[in-house]
């Protein structure tokens, strides 16, 4: 299958397995309320609540407007301690975070602060913090939760301050998260899976490749010790051919693929695949050639040289186009990669204004 469309069938299968969503992580104190608010949020009741601390023991996860809403459990219970919690939920692969918070902060806060942190300075994912069950406070008291829970946050966005009773602030937050810039988000997201699958394709052709190179290097060893002058030449022109085509047919490199895309490696690439490009790789081993062709008739030592010789000649002539392989298909992916990513995201776009 052409590199292109083989490539192409990979990247379908990411976009089914990776759904045009970013996922928005709801996170915070036990029986702070998440489970209330996310059933605020998405207009209905989505999610199981109750009295005890321990009410959500999994991650559960809810369509919101385009996107997924996922409660994760609270922490710092007697059944999720801080760190076994931050393990097994992992929630540095979400996209967004709303924290939830209704009373006072505890060490376990504090932690999942620093991690918060932590995992944002790789990249800035949108935080939204929250204070539920806020009837009771009064403007000093608000004033007092806010520069609290910056301190310990190092956040500078906004703090909402909602009452899930009485349906106060949840509008305010509901479009504050609706404004974040989702195509962004979930841009970096597929395109990271992208990235992935493209190195993995890469690596595992390299290494077929680097498996049907040392065929032809045992070959052109046994032609190193030809007795016939410029038929050895020959026997190694048909040799590098072969082995060429052998390599791009592992990256699924086809003639057509060369002059389709005009990357400057591809005209390199289309030449070797001459007899006069092949030449003038010959040419540029000349000495090494004209090396082996006295060696040859040197009994015994000059023979096994002249192998040695030849079998590191087409070594390097094939790791050479190898590379060469390597950096023309990469190119052909990273132009696939960008258009497909354009085009989900243009469908992604279409979908929320008809929505």
Known sequence: MPLRDEFEKILQTIRSNEASYARIAVIGQPGAGKSTLINRL????????GQGTDTT????????ELQKIVELPGYGTELFRFDDW???FRPQQYDLFVYVFGGKFSSEDDALFDNLIEWNAERRRPMFLV????????????????????NRSKSDGKLYFVDCRHNEGIAELHAAIMKTDFGRVWRERIAKSYRAAKTEYLEDSRRRAKDEMGF??????????NPLLGVDVAVDLGIYFKMFLKIQLQYGIEHGDLKLYALPIARKLLALVTKEGLMILLKNVAGKAT???????IPFAGQAAAAALSYKMAEYAGETY???CYKFAGGVMDELIEQKVSELMSVKLMKGSVE
Request: aromatic share 8%.
């Open 86 to 88: 931050k393990k097994r």
């Open 291 to 297: 090396a082996r062709t006295v060696l040859k008739y």
């Open 57 to 64: 023991i999994d991650a559960m996860e809810y369509e919101y």
């Open 322 to 324: 190898e590379e060469d």
């Open 42 to 49: 998405v207009g209905k009741k989505v999610a199981k609540t």
């Open 216 to 225: 032809f290097c045992k070959s052109a060893a046994v032609n190193g010790i």
């Open 131 to 150: 204070r539920n069950k806020s009837y009771e406070l009064d403007g000093a008291q608000r004033e007092a939760i806010e520069r609290d829970v910056r």
